[in-house]
């Protein structure tokens, strides 16, 4: 059975970064590592959002997490 998908803007946002750091951990892609820094830049643009400001902390930390414990060089994709 499939998760209830995300009905607000801020929820969908959030599922997003989640996704694409978990492409960028299969990937090692510089090009999805920068889409990520936009995207999570995105996120902070837009903190006065009380969902995304609560947010903001755990998908830094999640993406320093992935982006830093590189199991294997990163591409040039």
């Known amino acids: 059975m499939h998760p209830t998908p995300p009905r607000d803007t801020q929820d969908i946002v959030i599922a997003a970064a989640y996704w694409l750091m978990h492409r960028y951990q299969h990937t090692r892609c510089n090009r999805l590592a920068r889409l990520i820094e936009q995207h999570l830049n995105w996120v902070e643009a837009h903190i006065a959002n009380p969902t995304l400001a609560q947010a903001y902390p755990r998908?830094?930390?999640?993406?320093?997490?992935?982006?830093?414990?590189?199991?294997?060089?990163v591409?040039?994709?």
């Open 59 to 73: 998908l830094m930390l999640r993406w320093r997490t992935v982006s830093c414990c590189a199991s294997h060089p």
């Open 75 to 77: 591409g040039l994709h």
